[in-house]
C-alpha cells in the first residue's frame, strides 16, 4: 500500500509540518479576513489516486454533487492542490472570505453560481495552507490561478483517473472554523512518483535538522 | 564591449518585456514601475514612484484591490485576476488594433510576493494582455452556438428541427407529470404539398414552407413552440393549454394559412393545411402515445375534406 512509503518518522514529520502550517495559514487567514478562523490539525492520508473517490468519502464530510478547482505549485516539490466544496460550504465560504463589508448581509445572499468568488475561496485556502505548509521545509512554492475542474458532479466523474494523470494523492483534510461554525475545507494534493520523492527527501532534511 | 552584470541585465529585461510589472510597498505605495507601464498608462516611473497607486489612479476598484494585495503580504502567496472576470484592471489600449471585438486590453494579472529574509518587502503585480486569447476565445463560444444552433434548427425554414422538438416535448410531458398542468400538441400537414412541388418546381415548393413557417411563427408568438416535424409537416407544442385551446390555435393557424396567398415570381399560389390536435389527459401513458393521437386526428382531418382541424378520438 501506497502509506509504506510515508511511514513511521517521516509520517510524523509530516503531520507536524502540517500541524505547524496549518497553524500559521489560520493566523494569517484571520489577519487577512479580519475575522476569527481556525484551522483544525489536518488529517492526512497518501492513497493512489484510483483509491481516490473512496478516500475522499471516507475521510470528508460532504454532499455531492461537489465543485472542483485547481491550481499547480511548485518549489522543489511540484504537484497540484485541488479544493472541493458542497454548495452549503460554497455559500458559507463565500460568505466569510468576502472582500467587500457591504457585498453580502448572510451566507444565504452568497450566490452558489458565482465561480469567481469561490475562485477567490480556493486560492486563499490553498494558498496559506500549502505555502505554510511549505515555508517548515524552507520552501516557498508558486502557483498558477484556479481553474474550475468541474461544477456540481459526483466525486467520482471530478476525481476519474483518466482525467488526472498523477500517480499519488496526499490527502489533507482541513476543517476551517469560523465564529458561527465549523465548515470543512478540503485539500487535497496530487504529486507524480517523482514529487513524493522529493517530499521525502524533504521531510528526511527536516528529521536530520531537529 | 563588457557585458553588465547580472542585476543590470534585470533591471535591462524589464524594461523591454511585452509585460506590465510593477509593485507596491505595505502602504499600496509604488516601488517599481516598468516601461510596459509608463507607456500604456501615460504616467512614467519618476511620477509613479513613491505616489500611492490609489491616488495615481483613483478609479481603481479600492477594497478589490486593497484585498489582492494583502492577501499577498499576509499569506506570503499569490492573487490572480482572469480577464473572464475582470476584463482589466487598469484602461490600456491593445496592441492588436485588428481585433475588432474589444475596445480596451483584455487582462490578466498575478500578483505575488517579493521576498527578502522571509519578509514580504513588496507585492509585484503582472499585467499580461490577452486581447488576442481573449478574441480567440469568443469567436470559438460565437462557434459553439452556432454549432449548437444548427443541431437545433431546420436550415430552410429557420424553425426547430424535429431532434429538438421531440425533447422540448418531453420536457413538457415530464413537467406536466410533476405538476399537473396539461398541454397540447398540434401536428398540422401542408395539403396537395405534393401537387404544389409537381407543379411548380420545388423552389416554390420551399418558398411555400418558409412562408408557412413565418406565418405561423407569427400567429403563435410566444405561446407556443413551433417547429418543422417533417417534409411537409409542423408540431407546435402549446403549454397551460386545454383541449378547447388547442382547437381555437389550430383554427387560427389554418385560418391565417389559408387566408394568405403567397407571391412568387412567376405564380400567385395559396395552400391549406390539415390540423391534429391533442392534449395531454391521465390516459397519455407516454409522448408517443400522446403524438399518434395528434397524428391519428391529423389523419381525420385528411379524411374528412382537408383544410380543416380535428380533434384527437378523446376530445372530440
Not at chain 1, 517521516?10 to 484571520?30: K, V
Not at chain 2, 503580504?73 to 490600456?92: E, Y
Not at chain 2, 412568387?264 to 402515445?289: H, N
Amino acid at each position: 500500500m501506497s502509506d509504506a512509503i510515508l511511514s513511521g518518522d517521516r509520517r510524523d514529520a509530516l503531520q507536524e509540518i502540517a500541524n505547524i502550517g496549518m497553524g500559521q495559514a489560520g493566523a494569517r487567514l484571520a489577519a487577512l479576513l479580519g475575522r476569527f478562523i481556525h484551522l483544525s490539525v489536518p488529517r492526512i492520508r497518501m492513497v493512489d489516486t484510483v483509491s481516490l473517490p473512496s478516500a475522499v468519502r471516507d475521510m470528508l464530510d460532504f454532499t455531492e454533487p461537489v465543485t472542483a478547482l485547481r491550481q499547480s505549485f511548485r518549489c522543489d516539490i511540484a504537484g497540484e492542490a485541488i479544493s472541493l466544496f458542497d454548495s452549503r460550504g460554497a455559500a458559507h465560504m463565500k460568505f466569510v472570505f468576502r472582500a467587500d463589508e457591504s457585498e453580502l448581509a448572510s451566507p444565504e445572499e452568497a450566490d452558489e453560481q458565482d465561480i469567481e468568488a469561490l475562485s477567490d475561496v480556493a486560492n486563499l485556502i490553498t494558498g496559506a495552507c500549502l505555502t505554510g505548509l511549505f515555508e517548515q521545509i524552507g520552501q516557498v512554492p508558486t502557483f498558477t490561478p484556479p481553474r474550475v475542474m468541474g461544477a456540481h458532479l459526483d466525486l467520482e466523474d471530478i476525481l476519474n483517473p483518466s482525467k488526472l494523470p498523477w500517480d499519488r494523492a496526499l490527502l489533507l483534510e482541513v476543517t476551517l472554523q469560523t465564529e458561527d461554525g465549523v465548515f470543512g475545507s478540503h485539500l487535497l494534493t496530487l504529486m507524480t512518483a517523482k514529487a513524493v520523492e522529493a517530499l521525502v527527501t524533504a521531510l528526511d532534511g527536516f528529521l536530520a535538522n531537529l | 564591449m563588457e557585458m553588465p552584470d547580472t542585476a543590470r541585465l534585470a533591471e535591462l529585461a524589464l524594461e523591454r518585456v511585452q509585460l506590465g510589472i510593477f509593485a507596491v510597498d505595505r502602504d499600496y505605495r509604488i516601488v517599481m514601475w516598468n516601461r510596459f507601464m509608463s507607456e500604456h498608462s501615460g504616467v512614467c516611473a519618476e511620477a509613479a514612484r513613491g505616489l500611492s497607486i490609489f491616488e495615481c489612479f483613483p478609479d481603481l476598484p479600492h477594497a478589490w484591490l486593497k484585498r489582492k494585495f494583502d492577501t499577498v503580504f499576509l499569506l506570503h502567496s499569490g492573487s490572480f485576476s482572469s480577464w473572464q472576470h475582470r476584463p482589466w484592471l487598469l484602461p490600456f489600449e491593445h496592441d492588436c488594433p485588428i481585433t475588432g471585438s474589444f475596445d480596451r486590453m483584455q487582462q490578466d494579472c498575478a500578483f505575488m510576493p517579493l521576498m527578502e529574509d522571509g519578509q514580504v518587502v513588496a507585492v509585484c503585480v503582472t499585467i499580461a494582455d490577452v486581447t488576442e486569447l481573449a478574441a480567440a476565445w469568443r469567436e470559438k463560444e460565437a462557434a459553439l452556438e452556432a454549432l449548437r444552433d444548427s443541431s437545433e434548427r431546420d436550415a430552410l425554414t429557420g424553425l426547430f428541427n424535429r431532434r429538438y422538438i421531440i425533447r422540448r416535448l418531453e420536457g413538457e410531458y415530464r413537467a406536466w407529470q410533476a405538476s399537473g398542468e396539461v398541454f397540447s400538441v398540434l401536428l398540422f400537414d401542408i395539403d396537395h404539398f405534393k401537387h404544389v412541388n409537381d407543379t411548380y418546381g420545388h423552389p416554390a415548393g420551399d418558398a411555400v414552407l418558409r412562408r408557412i413557417a413565418a406565418t405561423v411563427a407569427d400567429e403563435i408568438g410566444d405561446t407556443g413552440v413551433l417547429a418543422r416535424y417533417g417534409g411537409e409537416e409542423f408540431m407546435v407544442i402549446l403549454p397551460h393549454c386545454d383541449p378547447a385551446g388547442s382547437r381555437a390555435a389550430g383554427e387560427r393557424i389554418r385560418q391565417a394559412i389559408a387566408g394568405d396567398g403567397i407571391v412568387l415570381p412567376d405564380v400567385r399560389l395559396s395552400v391549406t393545411v390539415s390540423v391534429g390536435c391533442a392534449t395531454v389527459r391521465e390516459g397519455a401513458a407516454s409522448v408517443e402515445l400522446l403524438v399518434e393521437e395528434a397524428d391519428h386526428a391529423l389523419y381525420a382531418a385528411k379524411r374528412g375534406g382537408r383544410n380543416r382541424v380535428a380533434m384527437a378520438v378523446a376530445h372530440a
